[in-house]
């Protein structure tokens, strides 16, 4: 989910600053310009990790502020396609659910990945998994989700956990440029698409753990 990525960049640095110290000042300075914010190919910065060279300070003409070159590494929110991460429902839309992990909220699952067969709850405004209906789904996955899900429903809630699959990965130059994107696709720059197509995606309520299982064993027998 995370990576590190090697970056260059001059850094102003102004009087005012020049008496603290260097490596404070210049991690601030960095972060206040990359911290969250998308590079095209990259993936989202989250802050600098470490400084790999720092040059000398020079000043131009006109221009009281030290000039650093400096060499350093940043963290960087990227998935892999295919990789599984856990995340909560932000909002059910009649085309799609929205996914949040706290600090990145432009995680679209589209309707057709949903279990099938889903359908739209026009009332509750939350999607559905119509698991009776499900004719291909294993024996094993469904006495796992019918236990999971026989209190509350196979509605999708809103703020529920949910476990997801990355498909895809997408980069919206035009919205890193500040210009608006027609079409489907979120103006976002940096969205991913994900799916819950298979056993053990999805709202985690769906899918007990080993340990909760053992519990309602134990419950049942007592």
Known sequence: MFILKELFDSVRVPPALFGENRDAVLKQLINAKFSNK??????????????????DAYTYQGDGAAHVEVKFRVVVFRPFEGEVLEGKVRSCKTDRVLITLGFFEDIILPADA????????????????????????????????????????????????????????RFNTAAIDEKPLEGYQSNAPLSLLVSIKESGLGPTEWWPSEEEEADDEEDDNS
Do not use: M
């Open 38 to 55: 998308v590079l095209a190919d990259i993936g989202l910065c989250i802050c600098v990790y470490d400084f790999l060279n720092v040059g």
């Open 114 to 169: 949903l279990p099938h067969p889903s359908q739209f709850n026009e009332k509750e405004q939350l999607w559905s998994w119509d698991y009776n209906s499900t004719e291909d789904a294993s024996e094993e996955g469904q006495d796992d989700a019918a236990d999971a899900t026989e209190d509350q429903g196979f509605f999708i809630h809103y703020d529920q956990s949910i476990r997801f699959r990355v498909t895809s990965i």
